[in-house]
């Protein structure tokens, strides 16, 4: 699936090597995403590429 960012946004990423960085995303950039874990108000998204996007609010992005 394929989710788009409704603003800028900067959060933390896990690669698949267990290293944390942070990753930045404007607003209408357009990602695969293989699954998302819904934490409430918040979603890690684990992407196509085994990364992982952390504590992502789930009004700063959409499913297209």
């Known amino acids: 699936m394929k989710v788009s960012?409704?603003?800028d946004i900067s959060t933390d990423c896990i690669?698949?090597?267990?290293?944390?960085?942070?990753?930045s995303f404007?607003?209408?950039y357009t990602i695969d995403v293989s699954?998302?874990?819904?934490h409430g108000k918040f979603s890690n998204l684990?992407?196509?590429n085994g990364e992982t996007l952390l504590d992502?609010?789930?009004v700063a992005y959409k499913i297209v």
Request: aromatic residues 12%; negative net charge; without cysteine.
């Open 5 to 7: 960012f409704l603003k």
């Open 15 to 23: 690669d698949r090597y267990e290293e944390l960085y942070s990753r």
């Open 26 to 28: 404007v607003k209408g």
């Open 35 to 38: 699954q998302i874990e819904d």
């Open 46 to 48: 684990l992407l196509e």
């Open 56 to 58: 992502i609010p789930k």
